[in-house]
């Protein structure tokens, strides 16, 4: 069955820390592949999106994803993350043939501490 | 440019009781997508609308739940009578359709609980 998984509900990052949020997906085949950001009270703002090509992608806010075919992830990372990426994060993707649904994973809370 | 929009924010009912969601999305975008988010949950799809035709409607509890997008444009969902399971933020979200980059736009969403 096609899934999507974040391993970790909750991880805590001191400011100017590095961060990495790891996403898995069981599927056949390469989907397209989402990372969203949802802040309290807020809907989900995308943050980047892979299709194809070059497997390191650039995105809003400084945070980058690079796409690992043969760990079937696509893991989100920024150099140094500052208080006001405190959010929710999700990892989300779109399977061929899906009319671009998206499902979502389970997500990840980000706490940043002073 | 507008976002989506999404009415109301917040509404608290009582099980059995009905309630409606509105949704206006950008201007111009083809695709409508219902999700239901409940608390600790990722979205999951309930309906998703190709200009006012049904794409996928698989994931809706269509005993309570309905859905309708008449003109193509804005679209209400509706629950009646409301489960103390629903109790989640519904959010909308558009899309350009074919031909787009395939990105989503949310809307705030609408909160809803149900006591």
């Given at each position: 069955a096609q899934s999507v998984t974040q391993p970790?509900?909750?991880?805590?990052?001191s400011e100017g820390a590095s961060l990495e949020l790891r996403c898995n997906y069981s599927y056949g085949a390469t989907p397209y592949l989402f990372w969203y950001v949802q802040s309290p009270g807020q809907g989900l703002q995308l943050l980047l999106k892979y299709f194809s090509g070059d497997t390191l992608v650039q995105g809003i806010k400084g945070f980058e994803a690079e796409f690992k075919r043969s760990q079937s992830s696509f893991n989100l990372r920024k150099p140094s993350v500052h208080w006001s990426?405190?959010?929710?994060?999700f990892c989300a993707v779109a399977f061929s043939?899906?009319?671009?649904?998206?499902?979502?994973g389970s997500g990840t809370q980000l706490t940043v501490l002073p | 440019e507008a976002g989506v929009a999404q009415s109301p924010r917040?509404?608290?009912?009582?099980?059995?009781?009905?309630v409606a969601f509105w949704c206006n999305p950008i201007s111009g975008h083809a695709t409508l997508y219902w999700y239901q988010q409940i608390l600790g949950q990722g979205p999951k799809l309930l309906i998703q609308f190709q200009n006012n035709g049904v794409v996928d409607d698989s994931q809706l509890p269509k005993d309570r739940f309905s859905a309708e997008r008449l003109k193509g444009v804005d679209s209400t969902l509706k629950i009646q009578p409301a489960k103390l399971e629903d109790s989640a933020v519904y959010l909308c979200a558009s899309s350009l359709g074919r031909g787009g980059s395939g990105e989503l736009f949310f809307g705030e969403g609408s909160r809803l609980t149900v006591l």
């Open positions: 970790d509900i909750h991880i805590t990052v990426d405190a959010a929710e994060y043939g899906s009319a671009r649904q998206l499902t979502f | 917040y509404k608290i009912i009582e099980k059995r009781q009905s």
